[in-house]
C-alpha cells in the first residue's frame, strides 16, 4: 500500500471521523451536565429561601438548557450508529460486555427525558414548588446517571476488567468489576467536575456581561458570586482529581502516560518537560524546557523515583506522542489559568471589588475555555489510549469495519462535517439570542392542542423565547 | 461465564420486535406528515401540520436509538453485520433526520429562510423514509457474510428491489401521516388529507402486491415457507386479513370516519410486518445467522434485562399520558409556538 493510500485509509477516516461527531456531542454533555445540577441547586435555594432572583435565574438557564438538550438529542442519535457502520468489529468483539452499558445510558436518558424533563420546561404552573424541585433533581441525577454508564463504558476501555476472553471476544465475569473498572471512578469524578467547571465559567460569563452592561443587574450579581464560590471549590478539587486521575493512568496505562509527558527512555529523578517538541522518529525531545526532578516527584511523590519511558514497550505499541503531550499541556494550562482566575477573585471579593470592570471583562473572555479543556483532556485520553481501543487487547486497527473502503467514510464524513457545521452555529445563535433576551419572565407559551403546558420536547423550547 | 438456565432470545426478540414496530408506527407517522407537508395548500396549512406532531416527534424519535441499541445489545452479530452493509442509506437517513429536526424550529424563527426550512422538513422527511426502507429492501435480500463480517460494498443495498422497498415505505409512511392527519384536522385540510391519503393508499397497495409477489422471486426459501403445503393454509389468514383491511382502509378514506384511516394504516403495517417475520423467521441476519446465533451472552441478556422490564413500562405509561394531553384536534388559532 503506498502512503498516500495509507495515510486516507477506511481507518484513518473513520477515526477522523468518530473524532468528529463525538467531538461535537461531548460538547453538549459538557454543559448540559453543569447545567442540570445548577438549576436544582437553584431550585432548591428558591424553595428554601423564597427569593425571586433564584427563580428568575433558573428559568432562565432552563431555556438555555432545553436548547443544549435538544441539540445533545440530534447529535447523540448519530453516535450509536458509528459502532456498527464504522466499527463492527469492535462492536462484534466487545458487545458482550459493553452493550448494556451503552443501553442503560439511552434509555436512562430517555426514562428521565420523558419522565421529568416535561415537567421541569412545562410544569412550573402545573405543579407545586417542590414538585418542581424533586423534577429538576431528577433530571440532573439523571444526566449523572448517562455521564455515568457512558464513562464507564469508556472507562472499561481504557482499563478492562471483570471479562473474559473466547474466540477473540469478550464475555462478562464480573459486572460490577466491569463498571467499576479501575480507572472509572477517577474519570467520572474528573469528568463530573470538568463539566461544573466548564458550566461555571460559562454562568460566570454570562452573568459579567449582564454586570458590565447594567443589565439585569440583580440576577448578574447573583450568579456571579454563586459561580465563584461553587468554582472556588471545584478548581482546587479537579486540580487534586486530575492528578489521582493521572496516578491511575501510571498504574494502568504506563505507555500513555509516557506519551503524556513524551518520555522515551526510563530513569530516575525524572525532569518535568514543561515544553519540547516531541519527535517520534528519534524518540527525542527538541527545545525542551525541564524542571528537574519535578517528573518523578509529581508522578511517584518522590524526587529519586523511576519513571518509564516509551522504549520500554515494542514501538508497534506507543501511542501517538506529539498529541496527547500537547493536548495534556492545554488541559493543564487552562486549568492553572482558571485557578489564577478563582484566586483573582478572593482577592478582589476581599476588598469588594468583584463587579471591577476589568474582572467582568476577563470573565466574559474566559467564559468558553471550559469546553477547550475538556476536549482536550478527552483528547489525551483517547488519542493515548492508542493504538487499542480495548488497552492492550483489541487494536485500532482490528476494530474498523472490514467492508468499508477510502470513498464510503470519505463520503460520510464530508457529510458529517457539512451538517453540523450549519446545525451548531444555528444552534449557538440561538442559545445567544435567549442570552440577550435575559432573565425576563415570557409568558406561559400556549401548544399544540390549545394545553399549555405539555411533556417533553427537546428542542421545541427553543420557540419559548420567540419575538 | 456462568451459563444461566434461562433461554432469554424469545423475550428479547419480543421486545426489540415491538421496539422496532413501535419506531415504525410513531416515527413513520411524523415522517409521513413530512412528506405530505410539501403538498399542503398553504403556510396556514403548513403551520398546523408541523403543529400536529411537534410535541411528539422527538419522543418517537428516540426510539431509533433504543433499537439500534437494544440491536447491539440483543443481537449484536447481526448489529456488526448489518451496519456495515447499510452503510450509505444509514448515513443518508442520519443526516436527513438531523435537518428535518431542527427544521421544526428554524421554520419558525428563522422566517427570513422558511421556505428552506420547509424544504429541508420535508425533503428530509421523504429522505429518511426511503433510506429506512432501502434499509429495509437489503435486510429481506440479505447480505454478503464472511465469517462474521459483511464482506460486499456499501453500495451493494442499492438493487431494483431495495428502491422498490424505499418507495413503498415513502407511501407508507405517507398514508400513516394522512392518517393522522385525518384524525387530528377538520374542515378542508381534513378532506385534503383524505385526498392524499387516497393517493397514498394506492401507492402502499401496489407496493404490497408488488412486494409480496417479488420477495418469493429473489428468495425461493420465502416462496417455499409461504406456498408449500400444509403452511400455505396455516399462513393464509395473512394475505387474506390484509386484503380485508385494505377494504376497509379505502372506505374509511372515502366516508366521514376520523380515526378509522389511521388505525387502518396501522393494521395494513402490522400485517406486512407479520409477513416480513414470517418470511425470516428465525433469521437476524437473513439466511446466514439465526436470533440465537446472534444473541449476546446471557449474561448480558439478563443484565440488561432488569432495568429494562423496570424502565420500559414506565416510559410508555408517560408517553400514553403525552399522547392523551395533546388530544384532540389541532387548532388554527392557538399556535404550538
Known sequence: MSTTAAAFSPLLLSRLQFAWVIAWHILLPAFTIGTASFIALLEGLHLATGRESYFRISAFWTRIFAVAFGMGVVSGV????????????????????????????????????SAFLGVLLFGRKLVPRWAHFVAALMVAVGTLFSAFWILAANSWMQTPAGYTVVDG???????????????????????????????????????????????????????????????????????????????????????????????????????????????????TNHDAIEIPDLGSLILTHDPNGTVRGLKEWPRDQWPPVAIPFFAFRI?????????????????????????????????????????????????????GRQPWTVYGLLRTSDSVSPSLTTTDVALSLAGYVIVYLVIYPVGLAMMARIVRRGPIETPSQPVASGLPEGPVRALPILGADKP | MTVLPFDFVPLWTAILGFAVFYYVLFDGFDLGVGIVYGFAPDRAARSLLMNSIAPVWDGNETWLVLGSVGLLAAFPLAFAIILPAVYVPILVMLLALVFRGVAFEFHYRDVEHSTFWDHAFSYGSTLATFAQGIVLGAFIQGFQVDGRHFSGSAFDCFTPFSIVTGVALVFGYGLLGAGWLVMKTEGDLQNWARRLGRYCFVGVLVAIAVVSLWTPLVQPQIGHRWFAWPNVGFLSPVPIVTALLALWEWRSLNNRSEAAPFIGAIGLFLMSYIGIAISLWPMIVPYKFTLWQAASSPSTQAFLLVGTLFLLPVILMYTGWSYWVFRGKVRADIGYH
Not at chain 1, 476589568?358 to 469546553?371: A, H, K, T
Request: charged share 15%.
Open chain 1, 331 to 383: 488541559m493543564v494550562g487552562i486549568g492553572l489559568l482558571m485557578l489564577a482566575l478563582v484566586a483573582t477573585s478572593w482577592w478582589l471579593r476581599a476588598r469588594g471589588r468583584l463587579h471591577a470592570p476589568w474582572f467582568l471583562r476577563l470573565c466574559e473572555i474566559v467564559s468558553p475555555l471550559g469546553f477547550f479543556a475538556v476536549l482536550a483532556g478527552w483528547v489525551t485520553t483517547e488519542v
Open chain 1, 78 to 113: 448519530v453516535m450509536p450508529f458509528q459502532f456498527g457502520t464504522n466499527w463492527s468489529r469492535y462492536a462484534d468483539a466487545t458487545a458482550n460486555v459493553l452493550s448494556p452499558l451503552f443501553a442503560y445510558e439511552g434509555i436512562m436518558a430517555f426514562f428521565l427525558e
Open chain 1, 169 to 283: 471476544r469478550f464475555f462478562p465475569a464480573d459486572w460490577l468489576r466491569i463498571i467499576f473498572n479501575p480507572s472509572f471512578p477517577y474519570r467520572f469524578a474528573h469528568c463530573v467536575v470538568a463539566f461544573y467547571i466548564t458550566t461555571g465559567f460559562v454562568v460566570a460569563g454570562v452573568a459579567a456581561y449582564y454586570l458590565r452592561r447594567g443589565r439585569f443587574a440583580e440576577e448578574g450579581r447573583v450568579m456571579l458570586s454563586m459561580t465563584l464560590w461553587l468554582l472556588t471549590v471545584l478548581v482546587p478539587l479537579q486540580i487534586v482529581l486530575g492528578d489521582q486521575h493521572g496516578l491511575n493512568t501510571l498504574q494502568y496505562q504506563p505507555a500513555k502516560l509516557a506519551a503524556i509527558e513524551a518520555h522515551w527512555t526510563t530513569r530516575a529523578r525524572m525532569p518535568l518537560t514543561l515544553f519540547a517538541i516531541p519527535d517520534e522518529a528519534t524518540a
